[in-house]
């Protein structure tokens, strides 16, 4: 981890950004499952910060040191003292080994700095990097690969004219804090509208939204189809054939387009209205041996039943006098009262996540993979009067796209959405989170403890 400065385009003078590596993203770590990776992450960041740290946060208090940082690797089933806990953090001039055995399935997962009370001004600064984990069943369906791979890293900043990075603050020096950032661009693998030279045949897209706050609506600008062929945790039972999808911060996407048809043209990628960037198609005649089979793998679904136990879990968010969002926490709790959830090693429990707030908050678990078993709509007022659950419809089951493994989950406002995980692997204390970035460091984070 050290500063550099990077051209975001063109027409602009380079940035000054905080990179794994020397470039944001930072270096795509390719593991084999079952093959254990070691990485020293160093600290080489300079010991001022250049986004403005809220001495008011969590964490951030004026008594730490003003820099820190700690790796998380997002999705991945590690020992705790790898994880990436928020409080693990170091200063510049140290270092860390963490060890990463790699022993789950293929799946796209990302590393990105998790310091308590900071993290969101570090990611912003650049801090993340894509960490692909591929196995065997992966590699034997014949999907597009090697050059017809593409990571695709979205994340949204604010530039200033001179190409500076801007993140902004409150207006208030004691607190700068702000509960959401949007930017005026999105980088697409650190590059604003960048062209992407691709052949007339199929790609595998593995994108990831590492923004802050900005939800990525997908499409094509022609509508071509997206064959979604794995979400967070790894491959879907079937692909799935889409021509929009809805990303929140720290959910990946595993998506097959073909451009078989376009020789000579060019598609684009947009958000909504807004092209994110281009695919200029040769026009020469290529032979696409690839294959997007009907069945990529088994993924059986877990059911209510396979649960031990249930606990409801509230997402809360607290205003100030003119409706300006202060505190954001889960379940009432802020990070440092007492550990809640407490977990039995190898047990399944469902998470009953009861949105009282109007934003849907993307939730994400440390340590375990999950599955969605439903969104259903309830009475908010009367939960917040008489702590009652009064179902307003039924049970939604999550559209296909999301019925495979999970590390995120999006929680619908006026909505209860429920997750099912077996919390296996590993004893010890672990975060879980709203993945936006500014709710999660006021205090959207709470530990939970597998016993
Ligand atoms: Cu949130």
Redesign the pocket.
Known sequence: MAESAQKLHRDLPPTTLWTYGGHCPGPTIEARSGEPVEVVWENALPSKHFLPVDHAICGAEADKPEVRAIVHLHGAKVPRKDDGFPEDWYVPGKSRRHRYPNAQDAATLWYHDHAMGINRLNMYAGLMGLYLLRDEHELSLGLPSGEQELPLVLADRLLREDGRLYYPDSGDAKAPWVPEVFGNVTLVNGAILPRADVQARRYRLRVLNAANGRFYHLRFRDGRALQVIGSDQGLLAAPVSMTSLFLAPGERADVVVDFADLRGGHAELMNDALPLMRFAVGSGMVRDESRVPQVLRDVPRMTESSASSTRELT?DEYSDCIATPML?LLNGKRWHDPVTEKVKLGSTETWSLVNLTE?T??IHLHLVRFQILDRRPYDVDEYMAKKTLRYLGPAQEPPPHERGWKDVVQAYPGMVTRIVATFDGHVGRYAWH???AE??ANE?MRPFEVV
Do not use: K, T
Request: hydrophobic letters at 35%; charged letters at 20%; glycine letters at 0%.
């Open positions: 997402l954001m934003d908050h993307p709203c993945h936006l709710h999660e959207m």
